[in-house]
Structures are given as structure tokens and as C-alpha cells.
T-cell receptor
Framework: NAGVTQTPKFRVLKTGQSMTLLCAQD?????MYWYRQDPGMGLRLIHY???????AKGEVPDGYNVSRLKKQNFLLGLESAAPSQTSVYFC????????????FGPGTRLTVT | QQQVKQSPQSLIVQKGGISIINCAYE??????FPWYQQFPGKGPALLIA?????SEKKEGRFTISFNKSAKQFSLHIMDSQPGDSATYFC????????????FGEGTQLTVNP
């Protein structure tokens, strides 16, 4: 099992450009999450999904959109990137019920200039 | 509004010493309190977790102490090793909210040989 994978690993964008980050998991998990990590602020939840076709806002959703068309994939989109979105983005997933453990991907480092 | 506050921001310990990291939370509805460990360039990984119906949980050299009345919990690392050098995050969640994790700010632990 590959676990949780994220594409791309690194990206540099200019202000106003758009991009999509892809998260894929092969563990048949129902729940998926997108976090951003900034120095001194821990990880903050952007959006999450409790099942295929459903999404919900987290703590810092502004400027981001998400889609969960397939159970194994969770896409994070930036329609018009801003320097404030420079961050490391992590995807996570977990199974419904059972333990609450979230499994994290390796992260995507995004720089917006 | 930071619902989970973590201290200290950084910690330096000698090999064999005890590392202690503290967290305080505000939301009494939280029912799951994990600690995540993150090495540079990697995603966070679950280290140990506790539910509020117990006051202590031990796994090897790692112990969580939980004080429900004070709304505080802490991570103790006994016999700290250089390989424990990493960033540690406390977090909290409640199942009814889709298990959305609220993270503390993080503690960078350095264990000197």
C-alpha cells in the first residue's frame, strides 16, 4: 500500500495563477482532509470530506475549493493564488468509525510570488 | 482563536532526560486527544492518543497525562534519545464534527547526544 500520496511535491506560482493539488489514498478511507502548515501555527484545517461527493469547510477555507468525485481522491484548488497561500499543504485520511487516527501524506510545498 | 494551546515552542533535552510538552484546550466537547510526531520533510504521524475517560496512557517511553478538570494534557518522553528529535503536535477532536483535528502550535524537540 502506498498510503496517502500527494502531487506535486513542490510548486512555485505567480500571484493570480491557479493550480490543483491532488491527494490520493489506497486505504479505502471514508474521511479525507486538507491542512496547511505555517511556522508557529501548527496545522490548520482547510476543507474536509466525510464521503464521496461531500465536502465541508474547515477553519481556513477562504481562497480554496475542493472536490471529492472519487472516494480515493481529494482535490484542493486555488483559483487565484495569493502570497498568503505560501505554505506546506498536507492531506490526511481516516476510516469512519474505529480509531480516530488520521494518516498524513508527505506534503506539498507551495510558494506564491 | 486558538482552541488548543501548546508549550513550550522549543525544547532542548540531554540524552536520557525527560521531555515534557504541555497542551491546554478550551472546548469541553473534545473527546479525542492525539499527539503527532513530525520529522523534517515528512507528514505528521500519530504517536499516541488518549480519550477523556482515562487519566494516563503509556506506550513504551511515551506517556500522555490527562487532566479533564483543568482541560490540560501533556506528553512525557522518558529516556529521550537523539532519534526523538522532531516536532511534536498535540491535537483534539470530537467525532460528531467529522473528527476534525484542532492542532496546537507545535514544539520543536532537540535531544542532544
Amino acid at each position: 500500500n502506498a498510503g496517502v500520496t500527494q502531487t506535486p511535491k513542490f510548486r512555485v506560482l505567480k500571484t493570480g495563477q491557479s493550480m490543483t493539488l491532488l491527494c490520493a489514498q489506497d486505504m479505502n478511507h471514508e474521511y479525507m482532509y486538507w491542512y496547511r502548515q505555517d511556522p508557529g501555527m501548527g496545522l490548520r484545517l482547510i476543507h474536509y470530506s466525510v464521503g464521496e461527493g461531500t465536502t465541508a469547510k474547515g477553519e481556513v477555507p477562504d481562497g480554496y475549493n475542493v472536490s471529492r468525485l472519487k472516494k480515493q481522491n481529494f482535490l484542493l484548488g486555488l483559483e487565484s493564488a495569493a502570497p498568503s497561500q505560501t505554505s506546506v499543504y498536507f492531506c490526511a485520511s481516516r476510516i469512519a468509525g474505529g480509531t480516530y487516527e488520521q494518516y498524513f501524506g508527505p506534503g506539498t510545498r507551495l510558494t506564491v510570488t | 482563536q486558538q482552541q488548543v494551546k501548546q508549550s513550550p515552542q522549543s525544547l532542548i533535552v540531554q540524552k536520557g532526560g525527560i521531555s515534557i510538552i504541555n497542551c491546554a484546550y478550551e472546548n469541553t466537547a473534545f473527546d479525542y486527544f492525539p499527539w503527532y510526531q513530525q520529522f523534517p520533510g515528512k507528514g505528521p504521524a500519530l504517536l499516541i492518543a488518549i480519550r477523556p475517560d482515562v487519566s494516563e496512557k503509556k506506550e513504551g517511553r511515551f506517556t500522555i497525562s490527562f487532566n479533564k478538570s483543568a482541560k490540560q494534557f501533556s506528553l512525557h518522553i522518558m529516556d529521550s534519545q537523539p532519534g526523538d528529535s522532531a516536532t511534536y503536535f498535540c491535537a483534539a477532536s470530537k467525532e460528531t464534527s467529522g473528527s476534525r483535528l484542532t492542532f496546537g502550535e507545535g514544539t520543536q524537540l532537540t535531544v542532544n547526544p
